[in-house]
């Protein structure tokens, strides 16, 4: 209502404002038409008299060239002022005759160009007062269709509140405090999720039943998928493996697969033939590799964090911005900072204005994963303090420590906090072996996490998968994942400052390695260094941690 009301009164100022200076331009037009007469009236009077003149000069001429002497040739010779006297009588007559009809002709020149203007003038005074007409019905025609829509709209939410306070079920609550409204669950109750879930093993088992009875479907459709070549090459192969696929994926409702896989998977599909896309992580997903996901796509539904990690580019910046400009493509769809996230942001309706030049989907501002004071951390170098804790109570609070820890760094590696960490975590798990599954080491370095994983080898810390590190990498590789403890190993010394102040340079990296940890979070790092850097993400980190200790 309130949004109505003010596109109302935005509406009702801009037609009160076009009235004015149509009024104010027809009084204009009516005075410049005034003038246009009485200029029109005085060039007929000017033209009138021209005529009188014009008729008394050609009498005049008549009178002279009736007095024309005859037998010319001979007063020329014995009487030549006469003549003479003649030629000049009838010169002066000529070229007044001649002075009046030009004065005649501008005049009449005039006149017609004075008609024309007044022609104009009330052309323009009649389209304006179209115009004026014309902008109030659409006026009258818009609020009629808004006070129409807002009946309808009110007696549909008479109706849903009348079914509401018959189910108990209960709507959003604005009295309740910002933390509270946030952790609410509006629009439902314990038995309406019930009946819910219900529905759900209620429509499981028709669909099961359904494809018992059509299992020859089925298994035709699987060997048309797995032999999708040879099917091509029919005439209505195409069709065919469109409708193998909706057989499947009917049967397997959610089918999980990576972008890089994608395209093998799906080649043969067209426009549309996909029912829902979900994309897990769109902060990290290269807008190229997404689009022949969202082209085949009817719907798609984008999840991910642009204050997490940044897609990793495979092409230098520059190269990607010459790229950009051969094809005309702004840069929000190809650059460093573009991601599969921020293009499906950019084109929501629905979002959040986080800063004045970034506007984000509808944001999830409860947190349930870490502890204190992760959690702060996170909250404050990424989001403003806008996220509410998930937690309450006891359950909330965590462990953090940045431990300081120096050396000279070998490619940002620095074995005096390997040795460190080497102490820490082996120290930990004679108390606790059940803990070697519940941590994670991970740095922003790929050098500092390879030479980490070997110096953990020999407390047999390091797990490995297809010969990779599992549990010790850089920040890019644990992105959605989590741990009970996470130790974060920054590396570098004042000799490589320059990678240092990378790590932190923007909040992206500190934030995805805080809120891995679900109850400790322990940095390590050389504290003087990364205080001296003129980090905001640094220094806040220090500070936070620091206070949740003193307190």
């Given at each position: 209502?309130?949004?109505?009301?003010?596109?109302?009164?935005?509406?009702?100022?801009?037609?009160?404002?076009?009235?004015?200076?149509?009024?104010?331009?027809?009084?204009?037009?009516?005075?410049?038409?005034?003038?246009?007469?009485?200029?029109?009236?005085?060039?007929?009077?000017?033209?009138?008299?021209?005529?009188?003149?014009?008729?008394?000069?050609?009498?005049?001429?008549?009178?002279?060239?009736?007095?024309?002497?005859?037998?010319?040739?001979?007063?020329?010779?014995?009487?030549?002022?006469?003549?003479?006297?003649?030629?000049?009588?009838?010169?002066?007559?000529?070229?007044?005759?001649?002075?009046?009809?030009?004065?005649?002709?501008?005049?009449?020149?005039?006149?017609?160009?004075?008609?024309?203007?007044?022609?104009?003038?009330?052309?323009?005074?009649?389209?304006?007062?179209?115009?004026?007409?014309?902008?109030?019905?659409?006026?009258?025609?818009?609020?009629?269709?808004?006070?129409?829509?807002?009946?309808?709209?009110?007696?549909?939410?008479?109706?849903?509140?009348?079914?509401?306070?018959?189910?108990?079920?209960?709507?959003?609550?604005?009295?309740?405090?910002?933390?509270?409204?946030?952790?609410?669950?509006?629009?439902?109750?314990?038995?309406?999720?019930?009946?819910?879930?219900?529905?759900?093993?209620?429509?499981?088992?028709?669909?099961?039943?359904?494809?018992?009875?059509?299992?020859?479907?089925?298994?035709?459709?699987?060997?048309?998928?797995?032999?999708?070549?040879?099917?091509?090459?029919k005439e209505n192969g195409q069709k065919l493996i469109s409708e193998s696929w909706n057989w499947l994926n009917f049967t397997?409702?959610?089918?999980?697969?990576?972008?890089?896989?994608?395209?093998?998977?799906?080649?043969?599909?067209?426009?549309?033939?996909?029912?829902?896309?979900?994309?897990?992580?769109?902060?990290?997903?290269?807008?190229?590799?997404?689009?022949?996901?969202?082209?085949?796509?009817?719907?798609?539904?984008?999840?991910?964090?642009?204050?997490?990690?940044?897609?990793?580019?495979?092409?230098?910046?520059?190269?990607?911005?010459?790229?950009?400009?051969h094809y005309e493509v702004d840069e929000k769809f190809v650059s460093t900072d573009a991601s599969t996230q921020t293009i499906?942001?950019?084109?929501?309706?629905?979002?959040?204005?986080?800063?004045?030049?970034?506007?984000?989907?509808?944001?999830?501002?409860?947190?349930?994963?870490?502890?204190?004071?992760?959690?702060?951390?996170?909250?404050?170098?990424?989001?403003?303090?806008?996220?509410?804790?998930?937690?309450?109570?006891?359950?909330?609070?965590?462990?953090?420590?940045?431990?300081?820890?120096?050396?000279?760094?070998?490619?940002?590696?620095?074995?005096?906090?390997?040795?460190?960490?080497?102490?820490?975590?082996?120290?930990?798990?004679?108390?606790?072996?059940?803990?070697?599954?519940?941590?994670?080491?991970?740095?922003?370095?790929?050098?500092?996490?390879?030479?980490?994983?070997?110096?953990?080898?020999?407390?047999?810390?390091?797990?490995?998968?297809?010969?990779?590190?599992?549990?010790?990498?850089?920040?890019?590789?644990?992105?959605?994942?989590?741990?009970k403890i996470v130790y974060f190993v920054l590396g570098a010394d004042s000799m490589s400052s320059g990678a240092a102040r990378?790590?932190?340079?923007?909040?992206?990296?500190?934030?995805?390695?805080?809120?891995?940890?679900?109850?400790?979070?322990?940095?390590?790092?050389?504290?003087?260094?990364?205080?001296?850097?003129?980090?905001?993400?640094?220094?806040?980190?220090?500070?936070?941690?620091?206070?949740?200790?003193?307190?």
């Amino acid at each position: 209502m309130i949004t109505f009301e003010n596109e109302e009164k935005k509406k009702q100022t801009s037609l009160v404002t076009q009235e004015a200076e149509a009024t104010h331009e027809l009084e204009r037009l009516r005075q410049e038409s005034g003038n246009l007469q009485d200029d029109l009236s005085s060039a007929s009077i000017e033209i009138e008299f021209l005529i009188d003149l014009q008729a008394q000069a050609k009498r005049n001429y008549d009178v002279v060239t009736s007095q024309k002497p005859s037998l010319l040739w001979f007063h020329k010779i014995i009487n030549r002022p006469k003549v003479e006297e003649y030629f000049k009588n009838l010169n002066n007559v000529n070229d007044h005759l001649n002075d009046l009809s030009r004065q005649k002709t501008k005049w009449l020149n005039d006149r017609m160009r004075l008609e024309n203007r007044l022609k104009e003038t009330a052309r323009k005074s009649e389209h304006i007062q179209k115009q004026s007409q014309d902008t109030k019905a659409d006026f009258k025609r818009w609020k009629t269709t808004q006070h129409n829509a807002f009946q309808k709209m009110a007696r549909e939410i008479a109706v849903l509140e009348n079914l509401k306070s018959q189910s108990g079920i209960k709507g959003l609550d604005f009295s309740l405090s910002y933390e509270e409204l946030q952790k609410s669950n509006p629009w439902s109750t314990r038995n309406f999720r019930k009946l819910q879930s219900e529905l759900f093993i209620s429509a499981l088992k028709v669909r099961k039943q359904f494809l018992y009875e059509n299992r020859k479907n089925l298994k035709a459709a699987r060997n048309i998928w797995n032999r999708q070549s040879e099917y091509m090459g029919k005439e209505n192969g195409q069709k065919l493996i469109s409708e193998s696929w909706n057989w499947l994926n009917f049967t397997i409702p959610v089918v999980s697969t990576t972008f890089a896989s994608f395209g093998r998977m799906f080649i043969n599909l067209n426009e549309n033939s996909i029912g829902n896309l979900f994309i897990d992580e769109a902060g990290q997903a290269l807008p190229q590799a997404s689009v022949g996901a969202i082209f085949r796509s009817k719907k798609v539904m984008v999840v991910g964090d642009p204050s997490q990690i940044k897609p990793v580019l495979t092409l230098d910046s520059n190269v990607l911005t010459l790229i950009g400009r051969h094809y005309e493509v702004d840069e929000k769809f190809v650059s460093t900072d573009a991601s599969t996230q921020t293009i499906v942001d950019a084109t929501s309706q629905y979002g959040f204005q986080k800063n004045e030049d970034e506007w984000i989907g509808i944001p999830l501002w409860v947190h349930r994963r870490s502890n204190y004071p992760m959690f702060t951390i996170s909250n404050e170098i990424s989001y403003d303090g806008l996220m509410v804790q998930g937690k309450s109570g006891d359950e909330s609070l965590g462990n953090s420590q940045w431990y300081d820890s120096t050396g000279r760094a070998i490619d940002k590696f620095v074995k005096e906090q390997a040795d460190l960490l080497k102490s820490m975590i082996n120290e930990r798990l004679q108390e606790e072996p059940d803990l070697a599954d519940e941590i994670y080491v991970i740095t922003p370095f790929r050098n500092v996490a390879r030479k980490l994983a070997q110096v953990l080898d020999e407390i047999n810390f390091t797990k490995r998968e297809n010969g990779k590190s599992t549990n010790i990498g850089t920040v890019h590789t644990f992105q959605g994942k989590e741990a009970k403890i996470v130790y974060f190993v920054l590396g570098a010394d004042s000799m490589s400052s320059g990678a240092a102040r990378w790590a932190v340079s923007d909040p992206n990296m500190m934030n995805v390695a805080a809120t891995r940890a679900k109850e400790e979070f322990y940095v390590i790092g050389d504290k003087k260094l990364y205080a001296s850097l003129g980090s905001e993400v640094a220094n806040k980190t220090i500070s936070i941690i620091d206070d949740y200790n003193n307190a």
